[in-house]
């Protein structure tokens, strides 16, 4: 779970760079493009653009149980090389 100092960065960041979206919805976004990818056990990263910023989310998808989604852990996010701590399962 994100604390609240983390996430009141991370929505200056995202004011600042002009991303009009909301941090969860960046975070879930990012977290679900990395599940798609179906690397699992390897840490990976996944780039997009929002608004003027350049986002980049590292982290590692694990199998999930019998019938269930992979889960997905994200390390860190790079927001225009500013990189945040996130270290939290996201999906």
Known sequence: ???EELYEQLE?????CRIGEE???I???LAEALGDMGVM???ISV???????RLEARGICEE???GEAPSVYI?????????????????
Do not use: H, P, S, W
């Open 27 to 29: 975070l879930l976004e």
């Open 47 to 53: 780039k997009e653009q929002a608004g003027r910023g």
């Open 75 to 91: 390390r860190t996010l790079t927001v225009n090389g500013k990189e945040f701590e996130i270290e939290d399962y996201l999906l």
């Open 1 to 3: 779970m994100l604390n």
């Open 23 to 25: 941090v969860e919805d």
């Open 41 to 43: 056990g390897k840490e």
């Open 12 to 16: 200056r960041e995202f004011t600042r």
């Open 64 to 66: 999930g149980e019998e």
